[in-house]
C-alpha cells in the first residue's frame, strides 16, 4: 500500500492488529460515536467526530497528565468495514500522516487491522506502534 503524496508525507508506516471480541459493526461505532471515542481514545479528553467522507474531526487525548491535540479529516467510512483518515499531531511532527482501520469478522468478533502510513521517522513509527497498541488495548475492554 502505497502512500500517498510522499513528498509531503514522511516514508514510514506502521501496522497494529488486534482481535476484538465484538461485531465489525460495533467496533466501527466506537470509532465513529462521539462519546465512545471519547471515552477510549481521547482517554477521557474531547472528541468532535464528523465520520463521513471529508468529514473532520478533533480528539484532545489524555495521557500522562497532558493532554496531545489530534486531528484531521475522513477519507473512507464504510460501516463495519473500513475507516481512513488523515491524521496530524505532535507525534507526525505537525505533518499530514493516514491512519486505515479494516474490520474483519473472525469467530471470536473482529479482526482490526490498523495502518498508520506516512510518519516522518523510524522513531514516530516505532512510537505510535505503542500508542496504538495501548489504545487498542484500552479499546477491546470498551467494546
Not at 39 to 66: C, K, S, T
Not at 94 to 123: A, C, N, Y
Request: aromatic share 10%.
Amino acid at each position: 500500500m502505497s502512500t500517498p503524496n510522499p513528498g509531503v508525507r514522511g516514508p514510514f508506516h506502521c501496522q497494529v492488529p488486534k482481535l476484538l471480541p465484538a461485531s465489525p459493526d460495533r467496533v466501527y461505532k466506537a470509532w465513529t460515536d462521539e462519546k465512545e471515542a471519547t471515552a477510549w481514545l481521547a482517554n477521557g479528553g474531547r472528541a468532535i467526530l464528523q465520520p463521513h467522507v471529508d468529514g473532520l474531526f478533533f480528539i484532545d487525548m489524555v495521557y500522562l497528565e497532558h493532554t496531545y491535540p489530534h486531528y484531521g479529516r475522513y477519507l473512507a467510512t464504510e460501516p463495519g468495514k473500513r475507516l481512513e483518515f488523515t491524521w496530524v499531531s505532535q507525534g507526525t511532527e505537525g505533518k499530514e500522516s493516514i491512519v486505515e482501520v479494516t474490520f474483519t469478522p473472525h469467530s471470536d468478533g473482529t479482526m482490526l487491522t490498523l495502518t498508520h502510513r506516512g510518519l516522518p521517522s523510524e522513531e514516530s513509527a516505532n512510537q505510535h506502534t505503542g500508542g496504538w497498541s495501548e489504545i487498542l488495548d484500552v479499546l477491546a475492554t470498551s467494546v
